[in-house]
């Protein structure tokens, strides 16, 4: 394991302490997309979707720049909030998860209907068929 020198050990708080708010954002973005898998069109869902793409994008980019010894030059309390901020948004991630699932199945459940109840019912007749040309309605 390498051992980061003195001189990096004042960056690692920083890289670690940009870890934290990313997660944080993340866990939020994952909180506003629940909230809204409800009542939101699905451009909205996109967006969120595409927010948590980029904070997991800038999250792996923090990770590789961190020296192996890392967890040894951190403080206490920012090891702490690291911890339970990445508990947070694997809990969110997992209920979203599951919410999408659950969303999935509906919608499978409405297209089978939809595609099976075409159907049910005859195909209407046309009215301008040459044996009702010369008809008229009563009345």
């Given at each position: 394991?390498?051992?980061?020198?003195?001189?990096?050990?004042s960056?690692?708080?920083?890289?670690?302490?940009?870890?934290?708010?990313l997660?944080?954002?993340?866990?939020?973005?994952?909180?506003?997309?629940?909230?809204?898998?409800?009542?939101?069109?699905?451009?909205?869902?996109?967006?969120?979707?595409?927010?948590?793409?980029?904070?997991?994008?800038?999250?792996?980019?923090?990770?590789?720049?961190?020296?192996?010894?890392?967890?040894?030059?951190?403080?206490?309390?920012?090891?702490?909030?690291?911890?339970?901020?990445?508990?947070?948004?694997?809990?969110?991630?997992?209920?979203?998860?599951?919410?999408?699932r659950?969303?999935?199945?509906?919608?499978d459940?409405?297209?089978?209907?939809?595609?099976?109840?075409?159907?049910?019912?005859?195909?209407?007749?046309?009215?301008?068929?040459?044996?009702?040309?010369?008809?008229?309605?009563?009345?």
């Amino acid at each position: 394991m390498a051992q980061p020198s003195p001189s990096s050990s004042s960056s690692i708080p920083e890289v670690l302490t940009q870890r934290l708010a990313l997660l944080r954002a993340l866990a939020d973005s994952l909180e506003e997309a629940q909230a809204a898998l409800t009542t939101t069109a699905p451009g909205i869902l996109d967006q969120h979707t595409a927010r948590q793409r980029e904070l997991c994008r800038r999250l792996r980019a923090l990770a590789t720049g961190l020296p192996d010894g890392a967890k040894d030059w951190t403080h206490d309390g920012l090891a702490n909030d690291l911890q339970e901020t990445a508990r947070r948004v694997a809990n969110l991630s997992r209920k979203y998860a599951a919410l999408l699932r659950r969303r999935r199945r509906t919608v499978d459940i409405f297209c089978r209907v939809l595609a099976s109840s075409g159907t049910t019912y005859p195909e209407p007749k046309l009215l301008s068929s040459p044996e009702l040309v010369g008809m008229r309605p009563k009345g």
